[in-house]
């Protein structure tokens, strides 16, 4: 049973769990726009196989060995990252509606068009797109 410092204990983690990815969405909504740095799809793209021969100097058996690893392992590593998403997704739309709640009309239009592009922006990810 919990007493009334770990009930409070819990709280508030799971206040600055809720704050941060609200300030995350946001902050990363705010920064679609902004086009300086590289971008990630610019970025040449380096398998975890590969990483490791490069940093641990594998030798071929080795790194054999990791791939038939990391095959052997996909479907339930796909399988976690999905139902991650899912949780994720409901979180992120218990957020927005509590959000919703606070803002007067002109505020909730605003912010819906906040979180449309958020949206189009991450679709575009998922679809390997190009930010625009």
């Known amino acids: 049973m919990l007493n009334r410092s770990k009930l409070w204990a819990t709280g508030l983690l799971l206040a600055a769990f809720v704050a941060g990815v609200a300030i995350g969405g946001a902050g ?16 040449p793209q380096v398998s975890y196989p590969e990483r490791l021969q490069r940093d641990l100097q594998l030798t071929a058996e080795q790194r054999a060995a990791v791939e038939a690893i ?47 592009r958020h949206d189009s922006l991450h679709a575009a990810r998922e679809r390997g797109e190009r930010r625009r």
């Open 70 to 116: 990391m095959e052997r392992h996909q479907v339930g590593m796909r399988e976690i990252w999905r139902e991650s998403e899912r949780r994720l997704d409901t979180m992120r739309l218990q957020i927005r509606t509590e959000i919703m709640g606070l803002l007067n009309d002109g505020q909730r239009e605003a912010f819906g068009r906040i979180n449309a």
């Open 28 to 43: 990363q909504a705010a920064l679609a726009d902004r086009d300086d740095g590289p971008r990630r799809e610019a970025r």
